[in-house]
């Protein structure tokens, strides 16, 4: 490890299953030998000038599933099994205060590939109803129930119509996408895979081939 002029490196702590950025703390030579050895994390305070053992205290301790350097050796990217909150302060990410709302579009690179569009959805849809974060919507949706869904399901749909009978294309486009969030949603909800709704237009397809039923 390269380490800075203080003997410490930055260690990014990562869910190793929800991909989420956890904290942001410091290792020196031994915090990073005892995270290997004992396969929990262990840093450097700064302000404290000593060793720390996350979760000591709190209980709130990190199983360490992989670490990575990164190409110039000056970082550290621990994966973790988080065993209760990251924060000092309750929440389960340091990462809390957004300054940019979530949702806000970069740069976007085409694509026309609808299918791996909505299996990307489909895996944050089920990662937000299994952890449940601070702040997401779909977290509310899951929150409030299938009532809930079922209402925003229909409100959106209503809402596709309008656009439909009106001549502005990126507002009805929107309006398209909602749509198929909430529907999205409503399948995670009735614990229904994607693949379900393939294998049925598959065989209506099949069936028109074979049996001359009304065309799809």
Not at 107 to 123: F, I, M, S, V
Request: aromatic share 6%; charged share 30%; hydrophobic share 35%.
């Amino acid at each position: 490890m390269k380490f800075d002029e203080n003997d410490l490196v930055p260690a990014v702590i990562q869910d190793a299953e929800t991909k989420d950025v956890l904290m942001l703390a410091y290792m020196n030579d031994e915090s990073l030998r005892r995270t290997q050895e004992t396969r929990e994390t262990w840093f450097w305070s700064r302000s404290r000038s000593e060793l720390w053992h996350k979760g000591a205290v709190s209980g709130n301790t990190q199983s360490v599933i992989a670490m990575f350097v990164d190409c110039d050796q000056d970082a550290v990217l621990v994966r973790v099994r988080p065993n209760g909150p990251a924060c000092h302060t309750g929440e389960r990410s340091c990462f809390h205060q957004s300054v940019l709302p979530e949702g806000v579009p970069g740069p976007l690179a085409p694509t026309d590939n609808l299918g791996r569009e909505l299996e990307k959805l489909y895996e944050v849809i089920e990662s937000r109803k299994r952890e449940r974060p601070e702040g997401s919507y779909t977290s509310y949706l899951f929150q409030e129930g299938i009532d809930k869904i079922l209402k925003k399901v229909g409100e959106e749909a209503a809402e596709t119509l309008i656009a439909a009978k009106n001549e502005n294309q990126e507002n009805f486009v929107s309006e398209v996408a909602d749509l198929i969030y909430h529907l999205v949603v409503l399948l995670s909800a009735r614990n229904t895979k994607l693949n379900e709704i393939a294998l049925e237009l598959a065989r209506r397809g099949h069936q028109q081939v074979t049996n001359g039923n009304k065309p799809i």
